[in-house]
């Protein structure tokens, strides 16, 4: 399977991507623009290295179309571990959310929900039985948690400046937003090809620009106060909330990447494709057969038309004769 391989393109563009904008951000943003690439080509190499990332997935995803596989979850310790992790993270923050101020009591019971199911969910990787599968509709409560987020963190950016922040987050939430829409699918037993083959493309794509933004606003949250103006620019404040956030990102990347790898390991083990040759034998073999059973079916015919001809005329030749002498008896008598 191509889409085995793909872990080798992520490896390498998230170096690249993640490497080049944690130098960004230490060096550019909360240092003296020292880096060699300013803080507009950092971003723009981040974004064409997560693009490549999509596409190539995408090629792999259609490559392996044809071929068909049944994974069903297992016991898998490290994915229960960190899946475990991240629904603890995801309860805490609704949790927190509610104690606020000014809480978003819709985003915070949505996350006490989709925290509470992705915490079965781990449970599964760790007893290795689906009870999810049971009642199905349960498994979709975690992507509309994750979609109830994207929309959070979109109307937060809708009050800042484009000019002055990025917008990875948004689209790391976005890619951990079709990853969780296809992992419901896997747990709830619906069209488990599809959905291992997508959650791979997106999950894949979410651990390079999860692992970015995380490292990123940890780098923000920790380091002295003294960004420079431009791109950028804002401060992150080390609170219970965002180091809970943060952290849960990390678990989810990681529990993206094992889940990934253990669903591909399966599916490598047991896909089955029908090989040209062999469609090509069977189609032989079909014909062949057509054609041995033609011949058979004139013979019978023809023996079956043959006798009644044979027949017919040997009376006829019989009668003529018998009509002749009888004229000529008669012709005789009458000279007479």
């Known amino acids: ?32 623009n020292s880096f060699i690439f300013n803080s507009t080509v950092c971003n723009t190499i981040l974004t064409v290295s997560a693009a490549i990332l999509l596409i190539t997935g995408w090629i792999f995803s259609i490559i392996d179309m044809k071929k068909v596989f049944d994974v069903q979850p297992t016991k898998n310790f490290l994915c229960g571990l960190f899946g475990f992790i991240s629904s603890l993270t995801i309860i805490s923050g609704g949790i927190i959310g509610l104690l606020s101020e000014n809480p ?15 915490l079965l969910e781990s449970c599964v990787s760790f007893t290795g039985h689906n009870t999810l599968s049971k009642v199905p509709v349960l498994s979709l409560i975690v992507p509309i948690w994750c979609c109830s987020r994207f929309l959070v963190l979109f109307i937060e950016y809708t009050h800042k400046s484009i000019v002055a922040t990025e917008m990875f987050d948004i689209l790391a939430v976005a890619a951990l937003l079709m990853f969780l829409f296809y992992h419901s699918m896997f747990f709830a037993g619906l069209n488990n090809t599809a959905a291992v083959r997508k959650s791979t493309v997106y999950g894949m794509l979410y651990v390079s620009l999860g692992l970015t933004v995380a490292a990123d606003l940890f780098i923000k949250m920790f380091m002295p106060s003294n960004a420079v103006a431009g791109i950028d620019s804002e401060v992150v404040l080390p609170t219970l909330s965002n180091i809970l956030a943060y952290s849960g990102d ?6 993206a990447l094992i889940f990934n790898a253990s669903n591909l390991k399966i599916a490598d083990k047991t896909f089955t ?46 009668d003529k004769p018998a009509e002749e002498k009888a004229e000529d008896k008669k012709e005789e008598k009458s000279d007479k």
């Open 1 to 32: 399977m191509k889409l085995k391989k793909l872990w080798i393109p992520m490896l390498i563009l998230t170096v690249i991507g993640d490497g080049i904008k944690i130098c960004d951000t230490v060096f550019n943003v909360y240092g003296d």
């Open 250 to 255: 990390i678990a989810l990347c990681i529990y």
């Open 273 to 318: 494709v029908p090989e040209e040759g062999d469609i090509d034998e069977i189609k032989d073999e079909k014909t062949e057969d057509k054609k041995e059973d033609k011949p058979v079916e004139e013979k019978f015919d023809d023996k079956k038309d043959d006798k009644p001809v044979e027949e017919k005329t040997d009376d006829k030749k019989d």
């Open 104 to 118: 978003n009591i819709a985003h915070c019971i949505l996350s006490l929900a989709g925290g509470g199911i992705f």
